[in-house]
């Protein structure tokens, strides 16, 4: 029952904002802008009276929602264990400040941590949640994976 109202709920709040954009804009002042797409003027005094509006419905769902339960619940990513220990180089440039950082990908612990799997989601707290798509972006196969940051590719080192 928790999990269906979270997810009714984001699902009310990402129609809500697209909802917000196509209200507010006024079709007659569109142009054209190339390559970049066209834009649309926006009444912003309309804008603020939707969000309003919006903001107050969502509140009081969010309300409603007994977290406690839904934080109990155990995580698991979906990426299997590593079978072998493991270094790889993945090409990948990221931006200069995150050049020499380490990035893990396994249980909750300190530091920059996806995790991949956790008793209880509350334990993940803090941390990034090791989905399918953000284990594509950094090339990650396995659920323990230690990455460094380089500076034309991240080097990744797979423990079992």
């Not at 969010?62 to 270094?87: F, H, I, M, N, T």
């Not at 380089?150 to 079992?160: A, G, M, V």
């Amino acid at each position: 029952m928790t999990h269906y109202l979270v997810t009714n709920l984001w699902g009310r709040v990402l129609s809500g904002l697209g909802c917000l954009v196509l209200l507010c804009q006024d079709r007659s002042e569109c142009c054209e802008h190339g390559t970049k797409g066209s834009a649309a003027a926006i009444d912003l005094g309309q804008m603020e009276l939707h969000y309003t509006e919006f903001a107050r419905e969502i509140t009081g769902h969010l309300a409603k929602v007994q977290w406690g339960e839904a934080l109990d619940a155990p995580y698991e990513s979906g990426l299997p264990s590593c079978r072998r220990r493991e270094v790889r180089r993945v090409p990948k440039k990221l931006p200069m400040e995150w050049m020499g950082k380490v990035i893990l990908f396994g249980p909750p612990q300190e530091g920059w941590v996806f995790v991949t799997r956790a008793r209880r989601l509350r334990d993940a707290i803090g941390h990034g949640l090791a989905t399918p798509e953000v284990a594509e972006k950094f090339g990650v196969r396995c659920a323990s994976t230690r990455i460094v940051v380089r500076d034309e590719f991240l080097e990744l080192t797979e423990e079992p």
